[in-house]
């Protein structure tokens, strides 16, 4: 009482003081402890990243794998019908694509069922990382991999190399 009466405030006044000192009090551990966990978890996420969470390129065929088997949380640029997948193959400059329906990540080996966008052909394939910028991609069984190529169907081969495209920091 003798600290209210020295500074002169009414006693709603001086209570109202003394919660908002308790409060800015804790806040400012709160805060701090808020951004140790903020910064913690970006640093473990990034130690966690999963091989298969990329965007790949292959530039003999001009074609583009973009996953996310993490998640299962890819959209299919203007394929929105098919919801989130794990992931598309597509043929640069074109809208046909090979949908990821399914996957099993097993370590830098992918076990991949795509099927085409317009659910007539399906294959299963084996995606393998090699180091830390290649890949390749082997059809195992199912339907010949085509994608459209000046007005006609391209047949690619069944073994790909791909590599990962650096600075690929936003793959929806």
């Avoid at 600290?3 to 709160?30: D, H, N, Q, W």
């Avoid at 099927?115 to 007539?120: K, P």
Wanted: some cysteine; charged content about 20%; hydrophobic content about 40%.
């Amino acid at each position: 009482m003798v600290v209210k009466e020295a500074v002169g405030l009414s006693p709603m006044a001086f209570l109202l003081f003394i919660t908002l000192c308790y409060y800015c009090y804790y806040m400012k551990r709160i805060i701090s402890c808020i951004l140790f966990a903020l910064s913690m978890s970006s640093i473990v996420k990034a130690q966690t990243t999963s091989p298969f969470v990329c965007v790949l390129d292959n530039a003999d065929y001009d074609i583009v794998l973009t996953l996310d088997l993490d998640s299962l949380n890819i959209s299919v640029p203007n394929h929105d019908l098919f919801g989130p997948l794990g992931g598309y193959l597509s043929k640069k400059r074109n809208s046909f694509y090979w949908l990821v329906v399914s996957s099993e990540v097993n370590g830098n080996k992918a076990i991949l069922t795509l099927v085409n966008d317009y659910g007539s052909e399906d294959l299963e394939a084996s995606l393998t990382k090699k180091n830390d910028s290649t890949y390749i991609f082997k059809q195992l069984d199912g339907s010949p991999l085509k994608v459209p190529n000046n007005g006609k169907w391209q047949k690619l081969p069944k073994v790909m190399e791909f590599k990962k495209r650096q600075n690929a920091t936003h793959i929806r």
